[in-house]
C-alpha cells in the first residue's frame, strides 16, 4: 500500500478514541485528507476479538468513499464466495435443503474474513505514532471558548484535540459523555455460539454448495449462519439461540460453554444444522448480544464531540453490517472534516476567533443529521430479523414466503444504499448550515 500524504500542515487535530474497525478505518481516511490523527486505545495492542466478519455491499462501497485502501486491505484477506447468492435455508424442518430465500450479491458481495487479518492489514496501512496504546478514556472537557478538548485518561494523563470522535465501542465512555448515562445497551436474550471447522471437515460433510458461499439456517428459537473465511480454509460458524434468562456478566460478553450446550440448543433442527454444531470443537465460548434498541442515542454529538460505529448505534449483528455502518459513518466524518480542516487551513492565523470551533460543531451536526436515522433503524431491523429468524414474530412465524419478504427488503435496504448520494446530502447539509452561520 502507498504512502499517507503529509498532516504537518493539518488544521485540525483529531482524538479518536478506541481502536476497532470503526476507529481505525475512520483514522485512515482522515489521514488520506492529509488531517492530523492520533487513535487512543485502551488495550496494550490491537485486537479483535471473534473470528470472522463480512461486509455487505453498502459497506465495500463506504471503504471506497472514505479511503480505497481500507477496501484494497479488506481485498487482500478475503475470500470469494463460490456463487454470488446469499443462500437462506429452512433449517427447522426435518427436509433437509429447503431453500426460503436467495439474494444476488453482485460480482464479489458480502464477501467474509478473518478479523485479524482484516484489522493486520489496516495497521499495516497505520503510520507510526498515530495510536497511544494503554490509554483508557476517563473523561472529556469542552468548554465553549476554550481552545481545544480535553481528553483525561484513567492513568492520569491527559491530551488535547480540536475534535474528539468516540469510536470506543458499546460501552462507549465518549458516549456517558454525549448523553449520560441511560443510553446503555442492554442484552438481547440472545447469545450465540462461535466457531471455526476445518473446510475439510466440513466439506466432507456438508458439501460444496453449502460451504463457498453464505447460508443462514432459520428455525425455532435459533438461527446459524456460515460462511467461508481464512482463503476458505475454515468454515466460520455463528449459531444464535435464545435465552430466557439474564445474561450473568453484564461487564462480559462472553462466558464459556461447551458444544453439548450447542447440541442441545440445536435439539429441533435438520439433519444439516445439526451436523454443523457437531463439528464445532468440544469447548465454545457463547456471546451475548446487545444492542441500542431499548435506549437509542437521541443525538450521537455534544458540542465538538461525537460517537461513531458500537459506541453510537449498537445492533445484534443478524444482518453483519454493524461494522459496515461504522465505515459509511466514518466515510461521513472524514469528508465533513476534510472540508472544515481545508477551510481553516485557508484562514490567516489571526483571524481564528473560534470559527474553527463552530464549523467543527457545525460539521458534527450535519453528521448527526445525516447518520442518525439510518442508524436508529439498523439497531431496528436487527432486533426484529433475529426475532424473525428465529420463527418469534407472531405475523410471519415459520411461512418461507412471508420469512423472505421480510428478508428480502430489510437486506436490500441495508446493502443497496447509495453511498454517493449519502455523500451529496452530507455535502448540501452542511453547505447550508455554513451559509446560515454566514461561515460559506
Ligand atoms: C457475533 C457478531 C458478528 C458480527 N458480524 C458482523 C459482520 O459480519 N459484519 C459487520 O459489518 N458487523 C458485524 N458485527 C458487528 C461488528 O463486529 C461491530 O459493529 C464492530 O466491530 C464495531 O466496531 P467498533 O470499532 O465500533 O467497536 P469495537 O470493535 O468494540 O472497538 C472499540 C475499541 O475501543 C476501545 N475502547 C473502549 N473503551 C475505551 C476507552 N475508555 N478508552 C480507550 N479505548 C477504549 C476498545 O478497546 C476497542 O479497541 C458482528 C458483531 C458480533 C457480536
Known amino acids: 500500500m502507498g504512502s499517507l500524504p503529509e498532516s504537518g500542515t493539518s488544521s485540525l487535530d483529531v482524538a479518536i478514541v478506541g481502536g476497532g474497525i470503526a476507529g ?239 447440541v442441545k440448543a440445536f435439539a429441533r433442527f435438520n439433519p444439516t444444522v445439526r451436523a454443523i454444531i457437531d463439528m464445532l470443537p468440544d469447548e465454545l465460548n457463547k456471546w451475548a448480544v446487545f444492542d441500542t434498541y431499548d435506549h437509542p442515542a437521541p443525538t450521537f454529538i455534544k458540542g465538538r464531540v461525537c460517537i461513531s460505529g458500537d459506541a453510537a448505534h449498537a445492533a445484534a449483528p443478524y444482518h453483519g453490517a454493524g461494522a459496515g455502518f461504522a465505515i459509511e459513518d466514518g466515510a461521513v466524518l472524514a469528508y465533513l472534516l476534510s472540508v472544515v480542516n481545508d477551510r481553516d487551513k485557508a484562514l490567516p492565523a489571526e483571524e481564528d476567533d473560534g470559527s474553527k470551533a463552530l464549523l467543527i460543531r457545525k460539521a458534527l451536526e450535519a453528521y448527526n443529521a445525516v447518520r442518525l436515522e439510518r442508524a436508529h433503524w439498523l439497531v431496528q431491523t436487527s432486533r426484529y430479523i433475529g426475532d424473525m429468524y428465529e420463527w418469534q414474530d407472531p405475523i410471519v412465524g415459520s411461512d418461507p414466503k412471508k420469512c423472505a419478504d421480510e428478508i428480502d427488503w430489510r437486506c436490500r435496504k441495508i446493502w443497496h444504499y447509495d453511498i454517493d448520494a449519502m455523500m451529496k446530502e452530507t455535502k448540501e447539509y452542511f453547505t447550508k448550515q455554513l451559509e446560515a452561520t454566514g461561515s460559506s
Not at 113 to 130: H, I, N, Q, W, Y
Not at 141 to 150: H, L
Request: proline content about 4%; aromatic content about 10%; hydrophobic content about 40%.
Open 24 to 262: 481505525l478505518t475512520l483514522a485512515l481516511g482522515l489521514l488520506s485528507r492529509g488531517i492530523k490523527t492520533t487513535i487512543y486505545e485502551r488495550g496494550r495492542s490491537f485486537r479483535e476479538i471473534g473470528a470472522g466478519i463480512g461486509f455487505t455491499p453498502n459497506a465495500e462501497w463506504a471503504m471506497k468513499v472514505l479511503d480505497p485502501r481500507i477496501h484494497a486491505a479488506f481485498k487482500q484477506v478475503t475470500v470469494q464466495n463460490g456463487t454470488d447468492w446469499f443462500i437462506w435455508m429452512n433449517g427447522g424442518s426435518e427436509e433437509d435443503g429447503a431453500v426460503l430465500h436467495k439474494m444476488y450479491l453482485g460480482e464479489r458481495g458480502f464477501e467474509g474474513c478473518a478479523r485479524a487479518e482484516f484489522l493486520d492489514e489496516l495497521v499495516k496501512s497505520m503510520p507510526e505514532g498515530t495510536v497511544q496504546f494503554s490509554k483508557n478514556l476517563a473523561g472529556i472537557v469542552d468548554e465553549e471558548g476554550q481552545d481545544k478538548v480535553v481528553l483525561k485518561f484513567a492513568d492520569g494523563s491527559s491530551a488535547e484535540a480540536d475534535v474528539v470522535i468516540g469510536c470506543d465501542g458499546i460501552r462507549s465512555r465518549v458516549k456517558q459523555f454525549v448523553v449520560g448515562e441511560h443510553f446503555q445497551a442492554t442484552y438481547t436474550h440472545k447469545y450465540a455460539f462461535r466457531g471455526l471447522i476445518p473446510m475439510e471437515t466440513a466439506y466432507a460433510r456438508l458439501g460444496q454448495d453449502k460451504t463457498d458461499t453464505r447460508h443462514m439456517y432459520l428455525g425455532p428459537d435459533g438461527h446459524a449462519l456460515t460462511f467461508p473465511v481464512a482463503g476458505g480454509k475454515l468454515l466460520n460458524v455463528v449459531a444464535f439461540v435464545t435465552d430466557p434468562d439474564e445474561w450473568p456478566l453484564p461487564e462480559k460478553f462472553t462466558a464459556p460453554a461447551s458444544k453439548t450446550d450447542a
